[in-house]
């Protein structure tokens, strides 16, 4: 049994500095085109990690809303969480940024959301985090590695390229774009 659990053990650190040197997804930075018109986020009702009830109006009354998709089982997802902590104490009013928990199975999820908000708190992290509902669940299938950022107008339209891969300065990139 012993020796079943340092392979067990070897093989997490092996997995675990890939993930660190690649990331989570097939390419760090890549992007992919994505229309204004055809893209509409799904509309939800869910909680965020500290159990506040939180919808699609979050995208009101901002102009871009930064939306990163992440796991607590990705370690670049989780090395990003302090720089954009950091950036979402430092964004324009008219953005924000809000974390999507996509290995939470529901709202319900205590193990995996005790995870995040330990992960969170670890970072400085003070951005909105939410636990995917049912739509949000569906919607998470079409997402190819994490994390993942897209950008949301204020109708709750995703506009112009995700980013694939932990890459803040594309991030910061895009917005810029965006606003003007």
């Known amino acids: ?35 204004a018109d055809s893209n509409k986020f799904p509309a939800f009702q869910t909680v965020d990690v500290a159990g506040n009830t939180v919808t699609q109006d979050i995208f009101k009354g901002k102009k871009i809303t930064v939306v990163n998709i992440w796991g607590t089982f990705c370690p670049p997802c989780i090395g990003e ?11 324009p009013q008219d953005v924000q940024i809000i974390g999507l928990v996509c290995d939470a199975n529901g709202p319900d999820d205590k193990e995996t959301k005790a995870a995040a908000v ?8 003070n951005f909105v985090n939410i636990l995917p509902d049912d739509k949000l669940l569906k919607y998470l299938e079409s997402v190819e590695a994490v994390p993942t950022t897209i950008f949301v107008d204020s109708d709750g339209n995703i506009i112009g390229e995700k980013v694939v891969g932990a890459d803040v300065a594309k991030y910061k990139q895009q917005v810029e774009r965006y606003l003007k």
């Open 1 to 35: 049994m012993h020796k079943w659990f340092k392979i067990l053990l070897m093989s997490m650190v092996a997995f675990s500095t890939i993930f660190l040197a690649t990331g989570c997804s097939a390419e760090n930075g890549k992007t992919t085109q994505e229309t």
């Open 81 to 91: 969480m302090p720089e954009l902590g950091k950036w979402a104490r430092e964004m």
């Open 118 to 125: 330990k992960i969170l708190k670890d970072a400085n992290v």
